[in-house]
């Protein structure tokens, strides 16, 4: 079972009050026991030196019945046990002896007490005693009787007067001390307990309100943790202070980096370029949904290798190129294949480098549409500039002169005089539109009659080509439009239908209603325009066949100003194959009201 802060206090002060019980205990224990020996030693030696004075002062100490008979009166006296030995160490009197016990007892010359006595005054011992079969605390010191009632050899030699008792009255005092002590220990232990029990809980609380913010800081949950409150100026409040300070400064270190992330993040996604972090390991760090949607990715591959999203050699050269920044430009493979220029620059710190990559499809078509279109209109200004300066020639070189050849030379400028204008008009339209300051008032405008209109501007072409023209378009159907301008898109639209229809063809013009916006649609059998080639029809000066164009004198920027013009009434221009061969060019507008009646066909 894993302890926690306050179990772990309680096991700890429990296992210190146990030590230091038991400690003290055994130290109690061994102090009483060596100054009860000392006492009984102090009273043993005081003991025994009077009975020596009383056995040298006494007469008439001839046998060892009298002997012992002293002795054992003195030890009644003195609560001990006294032993008379002679100098060679023959028991004389023993206080625990009857005579003939003494007569049988061995020779006590060598007991270590005896031993010491002779040599140095006084001996003390402590062992058991092999006569009694307890342990004992011998204390001796010679003694010298008068020649009269020495009993002992006559060589003058001192004899030994020994005072012993048993530590059994030791052993009995320490085991009742003991009882005490453990009585003391246990109370002393139940209240230690109680009061560490006590002293770790208010501890561990505050410990716990510690560990509780600490995980808060841990876990970034800043708004949520309340202030440490610890009233102590002990360690554990300054360790208080010391978390509430580092978490105030978290806080607001961590509230700066979020609002410096933000603005990043901010100032990431808002970039019109492709943004990309990678490690040394080349591995995505970092991405902007730019990226994302230029790689053409359905999630953030952070974590992935850019080998994997972006399988271009031309980044791959400029990643081998450690330390140094570069740019290069090339294609990017995709379901919309896209041109882009990238640039590398590397990261100092972290040892990777980020990639910036810019679309410059829209760019680089433009660039290809300003090249053509100055091309184009070099072009198309050098034929009528041409004929008009060779005409011009041939007059003032006396061509004037001749009546047949100045009329055709003439007409010849006159016709390439009105197309030079004609493209100029045209040019100068488009770059209205493109500006924004073509003049445009927009409101409801009757279809029918916009298409009749637009309708008679081209009858008389065709007539001569013998094509029919057809409308049927509802009597009360309406756009929000500007009459002039859907007017210059109609009449392009016809226009260019009966130029490229054949002879006996016919044109037709329709219009549907498609909830709040109005399909008009123009017709034609001609030979039609390949898939590939519809949408660039729209560009300036692009033709479809040059030469018949040409020849038939358009500008080839009619269609462009159709776009243009539709794009700003809020509506948009387009082509699609008729079946079985010809061209559908539609405009599409907003409806002006919902009615609804029917109009039989003109033709």
């Known amino acids: 079972m894993k302890l926690g802060i306050r179990g772990k206090l309680f096991l700890i002060s429990v296992v210190l009050i146990v030590i230091a019980g038991l400690s003290w205990g055994l130290y109690v224990e061994g102090e009483l026991r060596v100054r009860l020996e000392q006492r009984i030693e102090t009273e043993l030696v005081r003991h025994v030196r009077t009975a020596r004075e009383t056995i040298q002062a006494t007469d008439k100490l001839d046998s060892i019945p009298a002997i012992n008979q002293l002795a054992t009166r003195l030890a009644r006296a003195m609560d001990c046990r006294i032993t008379v030995i002679a100098a060679g160490g023959r028991v004389l009197g023993d206080s625990d002896l009857t005579t003939p016990q003494v007569v049988a007892v061995d020779n006590h010359g060598n007991r270590p007490e005896v031993v010491a006595a002779l040599a140095q005054g006084q001996g003390r011992s402590r062992r058991y005693s092999t006569t009694l079969g307890v342990e004992m605390l011998y204390v001796a010191v010679p003694y010298r009787a008068d020649g009269e009632h020495d009993i002992g050899p006559p ?37 230690a307990i109680a009061m560490s029990a006590l002293a770790s809980h208010f501890f561990s609380r505050t410990l716990r309100e510690l560990a509780r913010s600490a995980r808060a800081i841990s876990s970034g949950g800043y708004e949520r943790r309340p202030r440490i409150n610890v009233a102590t100026s002990d360690e554990i409040g300054r360790l208080a202070g010391s978390l509430n300070r580092m978490s105030e400064d978290i806080e607001a270190t961590v509230a700066a980096l979020a609002a410096e992330r933000s603005r990043f993040e901010a100032v990431l996604e808002g970039m019109n370029e492709a943004v990309i972090a990678i490690d040394s390991d080349f591995r995505i760090t970092l991405t902007n949904s730019t990226a994302q949607e230029l790689l053409e990715l359905d999630h953030v591959p952070v974590g992935e290798p850019l080998i994997e999203h972006l399988r271009v050699p031309a980044i791959h050269d400029l990643l081998a190129e450690p330390g140094a920044s570069a740019t290069s430009e090339f294609e990017l493979p995709g379901k919309v294949p896209r041109r882009v220029m990238s640039r590398v620059s590397p990261e100092s710190d972290s040892g990777g480098c980020i990639v910036v990559l810019h679309d410059v499809t829209s760019i680089r078509r433009l660039e290809t549409v300003r090249r053509d279109f100055v091309a184009n209109v070099s072009h198309e200004l050098r034929t009528p500039v041409s004929v008009i300066r060779a005409n011009a020639e041939t007059l003032l070189d006396g061509g004037i002169d001749d009546p047949v050849h100045s009329k055709r030379l003439l007409d010849a400028l006159l016709r390439n005089a009105e197309r030079l204008s004609r493209l100029l008009d045209d040019l100068l339209d488009l770059a209205r539109i493109e500006a924004g300051r073509y003049d445009m008032e927009r409101g409801e405008v009757l279809l029918a009659r916009a298409a009749e209109q637009a309708i008679e501007s081209v009858e008389r072409t065709a007539r001569e080509k013998r094509i029919e023209l057809q409308c049927e378009i509802d009597d009360s159907l309406r756009v929000q439009a500007d009459e002039k301008a859907l007017d210059q898109i109609l009449v392009n639209y016809l226009d260019n239908a009966v130029k490229y229809t054949p002879e006996g063809g016919a044109v037709s013009v329709s219009a549907r209603a498609d909830r709040d916006r109005v399909i008009i649609e123009i017709a034609d059998n001609g030979p039609g325009i390949p898939p590939h080639l519809r949408e660039r029809i729209f560009e300036r000066f692009y033709r479809v066949d040059p030469g018949r164009s040409r020849n038939m004198g358009g500008t080839g920027l009619g269609l462009s100003i159709v776009k243009h013009l539709a794009e700003a009434m809020g509506g948009d221009a387009g082509v699609r194959a008729r079946e079985p061969h010809g061209s559908r060019f539609w405009l599409s507008l907003a409806r002006a009201e919902k009615q609804s009646g029917s109009r039989p066909s003109r033709s």
């Open 155 to 191: 060589d003058g030699k001192p004899g030994i007067v020994r005072a012993a008792r048993p530590l059994a009255e030791v052993d009995r005092a320490v085991a009742r001390l003991r009882v005490l002590l453990w009585l003391a220990g246990i109370f002393g232990l139940v209240v």
